[in-house]
């Protein structure tokens, strides 16, 4: 028997080191039997992403076949109100407290999602560790990603030191913190006080000194923060088109714009970053984010004068 999953291709010599970044993703599917084809492995993946298409798996024998779910840190979410796979998931990993469904989509302006407990600890906290950084996060207060793990540390290989660095919609700090052991300082912006309140216990507990969290409308944040910067991160990927032109405003001359959106085609926001005088670098898919539409990134450089 098979079964049909998303894959991802890799070569054999970087197999272990791509399946370890996976497993603390949380985006490996254990359940399935990692591929051998030529030189190259197979890695099975619980959702889609840039580089996947889906394949065909062999079980691991002895293991069932567990509902489609996502990781993130102790908290498994089920797309489906289904409280038998949400017991058998809770069973088959033991580092698992909580199982959640997911109702209904990120929405609002504070990008939070309702939630329903199927199994385990009544609860939506939970505790993320991401390349030696700990994140305190709640699920149902304030937006965070596990699968932009690989995301963050891309950006952070990109960036020069002492850099000035504006997250506009940082949520509970994990582009922030993970890219301050590199810049001078970070502004860390968000408009949910309760995402801007985990934040400060994350810097707390990660011992970040030079992050400045701002509860803001990013809108606005061109008439707060009196300075512009080197590299800004745009992470709002459902509405992040109106912050365009504040964007802009505040990346000087020169400097680095990562500038995430869903799409459904390849180029589809190209013309308003060039009408704003943007030059596009890269456009990457990050990864699916619905069976039309794709998480993807804009590697966005402001033209010197």
Not at 39 to 48: F, R, V
Not at 65 to 94: F, M
Not at 220 to 245: C, K
């Amino acid at each position: 028997m098979t079964v049909e999953q998303w894959g991802i291709r890799v070569p054999v010599r970087e197999g272990e080191a791509v399946r370890q970044a996976l497993l603390r993703e949380g985006s490996l599917d254990t359940s399935l039997r990692v591929q051998h084809e030529g030189d190259a492995l197979i890695l099975p993946l619980l959702a889609g992403r840039e580089g996947a298409r889906r394949f065909a798996f062999e079980p691991v024998p002895g293991i069932p076949v567990l509902p489609r779910h996502e990781l993130v840190g102790g908290i498994a979410i089920l797309q489906e109100h289904d409280p038998a796979g949400a017991d058998l998931v809770l069973r088959s990993r033991p580092s698992l407290h909580t199982v959640l469904c997911a109702e209904g989509e990120v929405a609002g302006q504070y990008r939070t999602r309702r939630f329903t407990v199927l199994a385990g600890r009544p609860t939506t906290r939970t505790q993320v560790t991401e390349h030696g950084h700990r994140f305190t996060i709640d699920l149902a207060a304030a937006y965070f990603s596990a699968r932009l793990a690989t995301e963050r540390q891309r950006i952070l290989a990109r960036m020069q030191d002492n850099e000035a660095v504006l997250d506009m919609f940082a949520g509970v700090g994990p582009f922030a913190i993970t890219l301050a052991g590199r810049a001078s300082s970070v502004v860390a912006s968000d408009i949910n006080p309760q995402a801007v309140l985990l934040m400060l216990g994350n810097l707390q507990q990660n011992r970040i000194r030079n992050v400045l969290p701002v509860l803001a409308d990013a809108r606005h944040l061109a008439t707060v923060v009196p300075w512009r910067f080197d590299r800004v991160i745009m992470n709002l990927p459902l509405s992040g088109t109106e912050f365009l032109e504040a964007g802009f405003r505040l990346c000087r001359p020169g400097g680095t714009i990562h500038f995430y959106a869903l799409v459904t085609r390849e180029g589809e926001h190209a013309a308003r970053i060039s009408e704003l005088g943007g030059k596009i670098v890269a456009e990457r898919f990050v990864r699916s984010y619905s069976p039309s539409q794709w998480h993807a990134v804009y590697d966005i450089v402001i033209p010197a004068p």
